[in-house]
């Protein structure tokens, strides 16, 4: 085969998908329960998102940078309103390249004593060398090491590991790099305390937080980043996954002294972004402050029925809002298979946890079909 597989891809060849449902080339009707890996967050093929994004294309496609697309100035206004405070928004395509922007900013403020990026272990902020580098994964980052230097890795919601570290090198902390929520890592919070004691260093030492909402933001935990249960302050925000509606774009959100991120042409793309994506963004962005509050609820319902039940192979649920892992007392290498033969889209990581990350739209009807179909293969 030529395509270089870079994922073990499910023997499914998908022919449409509606909602929350993808149907395969033989008509059999799959439950999507993470919605392209938290992509498609107002799920498949919504009407209304299907006619922006065709209206725009009907216009035009690709422009170039050279001139200012009038969904540029509305998306970034509603992403920066959504922090509360004032700040500037650079688009990317991906979530790495959100990372990368952030990474490039906070370098750009390094200096002879302040250096060390901090980030903390089963984070994922991303795959390119600069992301990679302050990537808590470290199977995948060690390959490719050494990568860029002054990096530390920490513990996460370890307090004591924390306060070390800042004890030690609180004068030489340039940044700090957290996911509020890790994703890829598990689906764990973070600790209200682990949070505080965050805050209390950034005031000590005035470090650079950056919040990773690429997964859990933009409405996916209830709120509309994820950052804003725990009290955080972050200075830079990154976001990506469904902020395009489908579409490949990201976001690197400066806020107040950082709004400056860069001069012009410090930091550049030839393809973000991209007009039809930020058609989709504007979409997205009107519809999910409605949601959010369902959202909590729904999650709220989905820990309460899956934890009565009792299931025999779950050791925990945890979770906000509509990101939820469901962690297996063992791995079990069938489930993946068993869940397609019963019509169920499933997703693994950290070998044992089950990633729900529906649609935020998904209905109670639709929650009762994945929770019964989740019973049948949790037990
Ligand atoms: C929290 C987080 N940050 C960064 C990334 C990287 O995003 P992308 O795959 O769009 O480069 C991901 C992707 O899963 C993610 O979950």
Redesign the pocket.
Known sequence: MTFLRMYDTFPVEIERARGVYVFDKEGQKYLDTFAG?GVMSLGHSDPGLLETLKAKMDRYMHVSNFFLDEDTLVVSQKLVNFTGKNGTVYFTN???EA?EAALKAVKKRATAKRTKIVYFENS????TLGSLSINGFKNLREPFEPLIPNTVELKFNDLSELDNFFESFGEETLAVFV?PIL??GGVVPITPEFAKAIEKYKKQYNFILVC?E??AGLGRTGKIFAYQHYGLSPDIITV??SLGGGLPL?ATIFLENISQAFEKGEHGSTFAPNPVALAGARYVLEKVPALVEDVTKKGEYIIQSLSCKSLSKIKEIRGKGLMIGIELKESEPHLISNALDIGLLLNIVKGKVVRLLPALNISYTEIEEMINKLEVILD
């Open positions: 890996i991906s979530g790495t990372t994922f902020h991303g795959r996911e994703g890829s990773d690429i997964q990506a996954k990201g």
